[in-house]
């Protein structure tokens, strides 16, 4: 067998190369995706991989852990600084797992729970009708006011006080105004309820202070590591709550997974390095004003930016009622133009979810790579070009080169 996947297995190594190429020619906009440092990637790729740790650092199941204990140790401690947080578990396998860990530590199946319902911007595990969140418990969702598609805390608190929850949910995976972790916890006291802040999307912000930290408010605190952490894909759970932390340990092993990726732990720890960086707060600030001015191009375009804008990184457009195309047609346009972006449904959507009416678009990935305003409304241009000439293939084929052209000056650094 060759050392070499080039030699020993040509059809993997040819899929690996057709995703680079891919990666590199065209412009990423998913708002969940980010492009990982060499580093973070070494230490995913180590022989790490190898090693079996069921349990936690030096409570293993297993012989010869020092090393990964060290690793996991110092992924936990530099997670509590970068959150400035008591209690971590870093072994989550992705955020949903860290969800369904983080509400079975708070409350029994059959329960009530209250989440933001998936067609205003939130999760699946916030209590959707497919996921466990909607099976394993009686889930109720909040939605976004209908004129201003924002955060209505005098309507969820209203709902809350009808439902009587036992646990609420904020944090969202579409939604582009900050998210006011006090009101929620006024909301929780007043109907004695617990509450859990996923922060998936805006961790890296709330990391830098670009976004208000829920840490203080809320009982349970998950996210993942890969969207603007710009980490490997995992999840985490945090909680200044001691006696919560040995249910959530629980919950996490052996309540849900089996032995921990510890190659993606020391991964993370590298990323929570990172993160603690001055460079990473640099980054964080380019890439909200990076969204700004994306969101204000589209504007002043006429499209229907919801909300009139963002406060973070992302920001969603109903390109139906802007230029009468669906958000599948707008996705499938813009990928063949080598811009990547996703199909949303928006609040009150009138099209089905894998259709939809908007799309969602992020600026995290390719203010990784280096774009700054000026190319993220060079892109936004791009986008509106496409959509004028939508029948027109040879220009629609001139823009995807000029997609390449520009992209070859934000090399990826692999
Ligand atoms: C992305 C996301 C998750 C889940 O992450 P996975 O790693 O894909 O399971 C959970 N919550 C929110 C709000 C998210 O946006």
Same mark, same amino acid.
């Given at each position: ?23 590199? #020619? ?16 070494? +230490? ?7 090693? %079996?740790?069921?349990? *936690? ?5 297993? =012989?010869?852990? #020092?090393? @990964?204990?060290?690793?996991?140790? /110092?992924? !936990? ?28 530590? /708070? ?12 067609? &205003? ?6 209590? %959707?009708?497919?996921?466990? $969140? ?25 709902? +809350? ?5 036992? /646990? ?5 995976? +579409?939604? $582009? ?25 805006? &961790?890296?912000? @709330? ?5 208000? $930290?829920?840490?203080? *408010? ?12 710009? =980490? ?9 709550? #001691? ?41 964080? =600030?380019? @890439?909200?004003?990076?969204? !700004? ?33 669906? =958000?599948?047609? &707008?996705?499938?346009?813009?990928? $063949? ?36 305003? !000026? ?27 000029? @997609?390449?052209?520009?992209? !070859? ?6």
């Amino acid at each position: 067998m060759s050392n070499n996947l080039r030699e020993s297995d040509q059809q993997v190594f040819e899929i690996l190369s057709a995703e680079r190429k891919r990666q590199q #020619e065209s412009t990423e906009l998913i708002a969940s995706e980010n492009f990982v440092s060499p580093m973070v990637l070494q +230490a995913q790729g180590s022989i790490l991989t190898n090693k %079996y740790a069921e349990g *936690y650092p030096h409570h293993r199941y297993y =012989g010869g852990c #020092e090393n @990964v204990d060290d690793v996991e140790n /110092l992924a !936990k401690e530099r997670l509590k600084q970068l959150f400035n947080v008591k209690y971590v578990n870093v072994q989550p396998y992705s955020g949903s797992i860290a969800n369904c860990a983080a509400i079975r530590s /708070l409350i029994n199946h059959g329960d009530k729970l209250l989440g933001m319902s998936i067609n &205003a911007g939130g999760h699946l595990t916030h209590g %959707y009708s497919l996921s466990f $969140s909607g099976k394993d418990y009686e889930a109720y969702g909040y939605d976004v006011n209908p004129k201003t598609y924002r955060l209505d805390y005098e309507e969820v608190r209203q709902l +809350a006080l009808k439902i009587k929850p036992k /646990l609420i949910i904020c944090g969202a995976s +579409a939604y $582009s105004r900050e998210i006011d972790f006090k009101k929620f916890k006024e909301i929780a006291d007043e109907v004695d309820s617990y509450l859990i802040a996923d922060i998936a999307h805006i &961790a890296g912000l @709330v990391a830098t202070g670009y976004h208000n $930290s829920p840490i203080e *408010y809320c009982d349970i605190i998950t996210s993942t590591t890969h969207k603007t952490l710009r =980490g490997p894909r995992g999840g985490i759970i945090m909680t200044n709550d #001691e006696e919560l932390a040995k249910k959530i340990d629980k919950n996490v092993f052996p309540g849900l997974q089996g032995g921990p990726l510890e190659h993606v732990i020391a991964a993370k720890a590298v990323a929570f390095k990172e993160d603690l960086s001055p460079e990473f707060k640099t980054y964080i =600030g380019q @890439v909200v004003k990076n969204a !700004k001015a994306m969101a204000d191009e589209f504007i002043s375009m006429n499209y229907e930016v919801l909300t009139g804008g963002t406060d973070n990184h992302l920001f969603l457009i109903d390109i139906l009622r802007s230029k009468g195309i669906t =958000g599948m047609e &707008a996705q499938k346009l813009l990928e $063949s133009i080598n811009i990547t972006a996703n199909r949303n449904s928006i609040p009150f959507d009138t099209q089905k979810p894998y259709i939809s009416s908007g799309i969602r678009i992020g600026t995290p990935a390719m203010t990784t790579r280096g774009y700054k305003e !000026k190319e993220f409304i060079t892109i936004a241009h791009y986008i509106d070009d496409a959509i004028n000439h939508k029948d027109d293939l040879k220009y629609l084929s001139s823009l995807k080169e000029q @997609v390449i052209e520009l992209n !070859k000056h934000f090399p990826l650094p692999y």
